[in-house]
Nanobody, 114 residues
Framework: QVQLVESGGGLVQTGGSLGLSCAAS????????MGWYRQTPGKQRELVAT???????IYADSVKGRFTISRDNAKSTVYLQMNSLKPEDTAVYYC????????WGQGTQVTVSS
């Protein structure tokens, strides 16, 4: 079992920055992929960014150039630095980990005011 604990998020104005972090525990040593998804009411959860143990990354087109995902394998932690935030980035952000199956964090709210 893998447990994911997120931190960060909150309220920021348009154009501002926020950072999220997610620490994995349990059987975290063999997690292959970590990342972030987000969800707004009435919509499906969508990919934000993912990163492999080898630091290969995937970004949603909507966040490319503004968000940066990184990972510290020694700490089993994934980070998401969000810059130039827009109101449409407002969502609940979920940490994701893949180790034989998918694991999810509890979610953290990010609100970008216009």
């Amino acid at each position: 079992q893998v447990q994911l604990v997120e931190s960060g998020g909150g309220l920021v104005q348009t154009g501002g920055s926020l950072g999220l972090s997610c620490a994995a525990s349990g059987a975290a040593f063999s997690i292959s992929v970590m990342g972030w998804y987000r969800q707004t009411p009435g919509k499906q959860r969508e990919l934000v960014a993912t990163i492999t143990r080898g630091d290969s990354t995937i970004y949603a087109d909507s966040v490319k150039g503004r968000f940066t995902i990184s990972r510290d394998n020694a700490k089993s932690t994934v980070y998401l630095q969000m810059n130039s935030l827009k109101p449409e980035d407002t969502a609940v952000y979920y940490c994701y980990a893949l180790r034989q199956r998918s694991y999810w964090g509890q979610g953290t709210q990010v609100t970008v005011s216009s």
